[in-house]
DNA sequence: ATACAAAAATTGTCATTAATTCTTTTGGAA
DNA sequence: TTCCAAAAGAATTAATGACAATTTTTGTAT
């Protein structure tokens, strides 16, 4: 399918094609999707032809798309032997929680720094809806953990930090991993987050963020099964 | 060509063969190389069947490489319109110093708290032949340099992060900013760490390595042609 | 059960074809 | 003539299918 789109380039009139037939891009969003579901299992072989006549496409953009996901470390690729989904142990997820903290503590203290008022009120609005109630449902607000902390690391200015944290799977691994403590908990600790934005102390929401997140690293840690 | 190695598995003799076959493995770091060392220049266009031709290979095996170089933001993919050299302005190199500075700074504070001693030694030895001596060669300094760091990361003890490192490419890119600040002032500070990290003082390493790495941020940013 | 050999499945690579973009040429109006 | 726009042609990328190399599985004999 193309699609048209018109706009204005040095004040003239330019048509400009929108294919959507990069089948890579497309295959790469497909598999990924299907490793954060779960449809895919960690530790499961990807055969490619069977899965690339699944997404109705060719080998070689599937190919494209592994590579990608490889590089992202979602999957694994032994050569000769195939490519596998990859699967993290708890000392893994504690290392990938380390590196959240560092990234995102300074992610936040430039958001507090320099972001616009309207994308600190942004930010308010994600947690409004779970204040003032005793129900909190539990996916709702995963979602919107997941949103608070995607908001940060975006909206902090430092785009190549955001591309780190993408390429580096950072925030899919955390998403797959889910929920650590419960919402009554983490909810309070948001909120006192955005005041301190909102104070414009980013040392202060750099300090409560890093608490915030430690907290659950440390969780992990103590987990029985987490061999050191 | 393949080669054969003989190693025990499990208790039996086991023969495994490594087939150097890998082409896309191998244009990887070949096209690496070429950028890394301005064969390649930023901002210029990759034409996909010259290159392979150049390579002595074809194009997929040469498309993997991209996908892995894209992956690691070094050259830049724009759908049906071919492949560039990625190049980073000032504001970009920033945003990289930022992101090393809170990795890092992680880093020092993991390896100052797990390091073996030998491996403190050997962080204290790549200084030593430029110490008590006023004629520093720059060129070996900075490859001491880098293994100072590159050191210090791969040794803190978390993979991801070190691997985060390589696949954001953060360390390629510092390598080819090159010195910020002569090796007099930067040799003494990286001595002070060493010390930190000898007596085990994680907290201590981490801060004069942040002071360390600020240092040469500021420079950057005060550099005329910075825009903010 | 174990070890070996043959068969099947799967991966890596290449050459070819199709689709898209870039460049040049052509034509017409100011 | 000069400028712009449309059309044709060349160059380049994306995708497919096919083939060879390698690994895994299966079957058989020890």
Known sequence: MTIFVYCIQNGYLVTMKISSSD?????YHKVKQMIVSKKLLPGQKIVQEQLAEQLG????????ALQRL???????SIPRRGVVVRQFNDR??????????????????????????????????????????????????????SNFHDTIIKRSGNQFLYQLF??????????????????KETLQEHLDIVTAIHNRDGAKAASLL???????????????????
Chains 1, 2 share one sequence.
């Open 23 to 27: 089948l890579g891009k497309q295959a």
């Open 70 to 76: 490889e590089a992202e470390l979602l999957v694994e």
């Open 92 to 145: 893994e997820i504690v290392e990938i929680y380390e590196c959240r903290i560092a990234l995102e503590v300074t992610a936040v203290r430039l958001f507090a720094e320099k972001a616009q008022q309207s994308q600190i009120d942004g930010l308010r609005k994600l947690l409004e809806p779970f204040e003032h109630t005793n129900e909190i449902d539990e996916k709702a607000y995963q979602k919107a953990d």
């Open 166 to 183: 993408q390429k580096g799977n950072l925030l899919v691994c955390i998403d797959a991993i889910g929920l650590v403590r419960p919402p």
């Open 57 to 64: 496409i060719s080998r070689t953009p599937l190919r494209d």
């Open 210 to 228: 890093k608490e915030h997140l430690e907290k659950s690293k440390r969780l992990i840690v103590e987990n029985p099964g987490y061999e050191n």
